[in-house]
Each structure stands twice: as C-alpha cells, then as structure tokens.
C-alpha cells in the first residue's frame, strides 16, 4: 500500500501548524513542517551576515546550511547547522527576511528535494506548507487549502506570539502573503483536487476532525 501523504497548504495563520500537527497524532503519522526549514535556511544566512535581498549570495550560502529535521508532530525540534533553532525561527528578523530567501528558485529546489527525500523516507506524515499539494507532493492523496479571514488570522498569530498589536500582525501576514502570492517560483495558490477548508469559524478540533475524515475516506 502506498504511504499516506497529507498535504497542508494555505497563508500565514491560516491554523496550518496546529492542524497539520494535530492531524498527524491523531492519525499516527510523521510530521513535516516545511515553513520551517525556510525559515531555518534563512536563521543561518542571517547568523552568515548574507544580505537576503542579494539572490545570488543567498542561493550559494544556502547549499552550506545543514537542516536536521524533527518529525514528531509533538515535538518537531529543527536544527541549523547543529544548533537548535526552533524557537529563534520564530523570531522577528527570521519572519522578515523568510519570504525574500523562499522566492530564490535556488533554494527552493534544493529544500523541495530534501523535502522529497523526508517524504519518501517516511511511514505516512502530514506536510504543511505553501506548494506542497502543488509542487513537492502532487501524488499525495488527501490535498487541504486551508484559508480563514486576513482578521481571524492575524489575531490567531498574535496569540501564537504570546501578545502584541494585531493590526502590525495583520500587515505583516499581508506583506508576505503579497511576496508568496506573487513570485514566479512556485507562488502560494490552491492546487487543483485540493479541498478549500475555511477555518475562520471553526474550532481547531473541527478542522481536525474534517481532515481525518477526509484521510479515512480516501
Ligand atoms: O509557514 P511559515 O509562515 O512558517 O512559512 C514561512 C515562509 O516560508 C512563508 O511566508 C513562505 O515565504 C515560505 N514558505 C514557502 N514554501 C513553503 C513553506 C513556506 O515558500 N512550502
């Protein structure tokens, strides 16, 4: 049989992360969060003193970052070059500088390929991200796009950092939905057989439940 492959894509604070994660123990499966190896990438080229903007610099000093990978949806550690970067990946200069590495066709070949190799290596895992109905795992046979309200999702993401002003949150999210939208490499966009999932009104329990059904209906 082949390995179950659940994709996870849609904006920033769309819910990804905890569906995605919640989705995977509930169903026993790996875990990978590829939003977050862009964002690791982009730790180490900051760590590297690499002007982001330059995409030739970025696209070299990419291929040296080491990613080590967690895929325990309860404890997805992530490494850069040996340290542990999960919580500074978070971080604001991260946020900034992630969607200008990420639109750097370098990069994202090789991530798509590392990607691939984490897919393949799996016994089933659900995968978040931007393309990875599109791009990275077009065969997997449960694709959601999730979505919610630009409002729902910027109060949802200040939470997530623990407080803040929403409407920065808000302009922020809508600044890198704009560069994800918009660059030729792959742009954030519902792949077709994806099902839209609006999670602007709903629980994150509910959103579970509706992509664990769609995985046993499968
Ligand atoms: O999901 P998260 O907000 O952590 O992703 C950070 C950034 O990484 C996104 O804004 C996007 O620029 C990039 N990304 C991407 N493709 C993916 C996952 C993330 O381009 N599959």
Avoid: F
């Amino acid at each position: 049989e082949d390995t179950l492959v659940v994709a996870v894509d849609g904006p920033s604070g769309s819910g990804k992360s905890s569906t995605a994660r919640g989705v995977a123990e509930r169903l026993g499966l790996d875990y990978l969060d590829t939003g977050a190896m862009y964002r690791a990438v982009t730790w180490a080229l900051l760590e590297a003193g690499v002007h982001v903007d330059d995409a030739d610099a970025v696209a070299a000093a990419a291929k040296q970052v080491v990613l080590e990978i967690g895929s325990d949806p309860s404890d997805p550690t992530i490494r850069a070059n040996g340290a542990d970067v999960s919580g500074p990946i978070r971080g604001p200069h991260v946020t900034a500088a992630v969607s200008a590495v990420a639109a750097v066709p370098a990069v994202r070949e090789q991530l798509v390929a590392e990607q691939r190799a984490i897919i393949a290596g799996s016994r089933g895992i659900v995968v978040e991200g931007r393309d990875i109905a599109s791009v990275v795992a077009p065969d997997a046979a449960v694709k959601v796009y999730l979505v919610a309200d630009a409002e729902a999702r910027a109060s949802r993401r200040t939470a997530e950092l623990g407080g803040g002003d929403v409407s920065a949150t808000r302009a922020d999210l809508e600044r890198r939905d704009s560069i994800d939208s918009s660059r030729t490499a792959s742009p954030l966009r519902r792949a077709d057989g994806a099902q839209i999932v609006d999670t602007t009104e709903l629980s994150l329990e509910d959103v579970i439940d509706q992509i664990v059904r769609l995985a046993k209906e499968r």
